[in-house]
T-cell receptor, first 114, second 112 residues
Framework: NAGVTQTPKFQVLKTGQSMTLQCAQD?????MYWYRQDPGMGLRLIYY???????DKGEVPNGYNVSRLNKREFSLRLESAAPSQTSVYFC?????????????FGSGTRLTVV | DAKTTQPNSMESNEEEPVHLPCNHS???????IHWYRQLPSQGPEYVIH???SNVNNRMASLAIAEDRKSSTLILHRATLRDAAVYYC?????????????FGTGTRLTIIP
């Protein structure tokens, strides 16, 4: 049981380049999330998908887009990367949103924008 | 949004119990109290959660004050592997209002 799988694990981009971070879960969870974590800080929610076919903005959505491709997969796209988007990105999933269920996190994607 | 307050850091001796406090004085009636921990270079890991009653699982215990304005995560016998940043988080139980907000957490150091 892999849990939440994120690819790639590391990436270096030049300013203005685009890329998509991939996330897949195999736990049949309904809800999925994208967070970013900057050095010395807690996680901040970028976007989430409460269920297949729905997406909503979190605390810091500017500069990002998301796609809930199916129940398993939730991707995060940076259309034109900026140095301020240098961060560690975590994908998470949960049985459901709006309940007391815990989250399962992936191991993260470390992104550097130069 | 309801927020939590935790000490920035704590130290504990190996094989002793650890009590990690969290204040959440503006908690609402539908907020669940969640605890996660993050080991170095890893994603956060779910530890435990509760609503009103104290909770126990294989990892830890969660003691919730009667007025729910504070809680304590209890590690019964700390090991070196418990050294991590511990986050206390309030999770709203309103469908479609997902705002699981992480603070800066408590960095727990275990002394051998």
């Amino acid at each position: 049981n892999a849990g939440v799988t994120q690819t790639p694990k590391f990436q270096v981009l030049k300013t203005g380049q685009s890329m998509t971070l991939q996330c897949a879960q195999d736990m049949n969870h309904n809800s999925m999330y994208w967070y970013r974590q900057d050095p010395g800080m807690g996680l901040r929610l970028i976007y989430y998908s409460a269920s297949e076919g729905t997406t909503d903005k979190g605390e810091v959505p500017n500069g990002y887009n998301v796609s809930r491709l199916n129940k398993r997969e939730f991707s995060l796209r940076l259309e034109s990367a900026a140095p301020s988007q240098t961060s560690v990105y975590f994908c998470a999933s949960s049985v459901d949103s709006g309940t007391g269920y815990g989250y399962t996190f992936g191991s993260g994607t470390r992104l550097t924008v130069v | 949004d309801a927020k939590t307050t935790q000490p920035n850091s704590m130290e504990s001796n190996e094989e002793e119990p650890v009590h990690l406090p969290c204040n959440h004085s503006t908690i609402s009636g539908t907020d669940y109290i969640h605890w996660y921990r993050q080991l170095p270079s890893q994603g956060p890991e779910y530890v435990i959660h509760g609503l009103t009653s104290n909770v126990n699982n294989r990892m830890a215990s969660l003691a919730i004050a009667e007025d729910r304005k504070s809680s304590t995560l209890i590690l019964h016998r700390a090991t070196l592997r418990d050294a991590a940043v511990y986050y206390c988080i309030l999770r709203h139980a309103n469908f479609g209002n997902e705002k699981l907000t992480f603070g800066t957490g408590t960095r727990l150091t275990i002394i051998p």
